[in-house]
């Protein structure tokens, strides 16, 4: 498999969800502008909840949100490494799974730092540690198909 092929292949999928990571960083992603997108269906689904409430349920949807794309970030990652002969063992290693939630908690902290120099937009730690649950909740899924779909 020539070297092009591979990048695209594996290293691709994992730098583009990257990127759509770092853009979703920007201010037209922030909290008041999601909410400008979530807050009618939130109120049509509930006329009669009060905003704080309203805010609730649309902070716990940014934060599943999170964990979401971190999860997927981890398992494209897991992908890529562990296709790539960048593992070492086998493919579900310990080795590979606390790489690749080392990078995910990096790449986490370094777009919380990005966020710092964006208007509109905060940075914190506990966002980190959010991402970071996330990737890791993404590989626990998917150690948990890798097994039940593995043959006995």
């Not at 902070?59 to 490494?81: M, S």
């Not at 730092?113 to 590989?139: E, I, K, W």
């Amino acid at each position: 498999m020539s070297k092009l092929w591979i990048f695209i292949k594996y290293w691709l999928p994992s730098l583009s969800w990257m990127v759509l990571i770092f853009s979703a960083s920007a201010d037209r992603h922030s909290a008041e502008r999601s909410f400008s997108l979530v807050g009618p269906l939130l109120r049509w689904l509930f006329p009669q909840m009060p905003q704080p409430e309203l805010d609730a349920i649309h902070h716990v949807l940014r934060k599943c949100a999170h964990l979401t794309e971190y999860a997927i970030l981890a398992l494209l990652l897991r992908r890529t490494l562990a296709n790539t002969g960048q593992t070492g063992g086998p493919a579900w290693s310990g080795r590979l799974t606390a790489g690749v939630l080392a990078l995910v908690f990096l790449y986490a902290a370094s777009d919380e730092f990005h966020q710092r120099f964006v208007p509109g937009r905060t940075s914190l730690f506990s966002d980190v540690l959010v991402d970071t649950s996330g990737g890791a909740a993404g590989l626990v899924a998917g150690w948990c198909w890798h097994r039940i779909r593995k043959p006995r």
